[in-house]
């Protein structure tokens, strides 16, 4: 190899040096199938280029992060390895989930600070604030500094002089349409203007695993529960049916009955007739 032909190798080997790519040669074959010479000209199949290694070291967080929330056990669990993941993940000081209860006022069900619980009060006693806004209008809040936004200027001034001067509160939903909200991920810094368009972007992959992940382990939870009822049902049934000789349908009638007299669950009667062998009155 020459001189010249030596350098332009190594040119290439630079240029390329990013991309892992081959050049594949076609075979001509004769119709004895014996392999010939190349007939055609080299084809380059798709280039990949290298993966950044900032971004194959979040994809790697993310797939940890998909594994502990599977392995999680229950909504508490859940939750906890989520905002403990906002800490590592953001630029955030503080972190905490609200979730919405059906017919009732949102749950503060986990935070890493107590200065996280008094910004969740001060809203949900006034109904006014990001979170609640976030959560009935499904749509991220971000407060770059509460000494100067204005939307909402007394919940801010107390917050401000808690120490929280950055905001983001990111809505956790699922569905096709994101049209049910599960809760609310917020997050929060001393800082202000302390979340750029990185934290907001990775706070919705969060939001998204973290919809998934809370929604699934209330289901699971709320099947565990039917069937703990159905069980509590079945047993009360037997003894109503044993000390009386009644039969299922009859049993089950005068379990209702008392549940709807005394405006108590179903379940609740069956586990004191267990408990007490007694109805309520």
Sequence with gaps: MTGSAGAGAESNLGQNSAIWGRTVHHLGMDHSGEVGAPDVAPCLEPALTALDPAAAEAANTFARLAIELHDASGVGETIDTVVEFALQALNCSYAGVALSMRGAQPEVAAVTDPVVAEVYGLQLSSDKGPLVTAMRER??????????????????????????????????????????????????????????????????????????????????????????????????????????????DRSFAILKRYSQDTNTKLRDVAQQLIDTRKLPH
């Design 139 to 248: 749509r991220t809040v971000l407060i770059r500094d509460t000494t100067a936004d204005d939307r909402w200027p007394e919940w801010a001034a107390k917050v401000a002089a808690l120490g929280v001067r950055s905001v983001l509160d990111v809505p956790l939903v699922t569905g096709r349409d994101t049209t049910r909200t599960v809760g609310v991920l917020g997050l929060y810094s001393p800082q202000p203007d302390a979340f750029g368009e990185d934290d907001e972007a990775i706070a919705h992959i969060l939001a998204r695993h973290a919809s998934v992940a809370v929604a699934s382990a209330r289901h699971e939870e709320t099947m565990a529960q039917a069937v703990d009822a159905r069980k509590l049902v079945g047993q009360a049934m037997g003894i109503l049916m044993e000390r009386f000789d009644l039969d299922a």
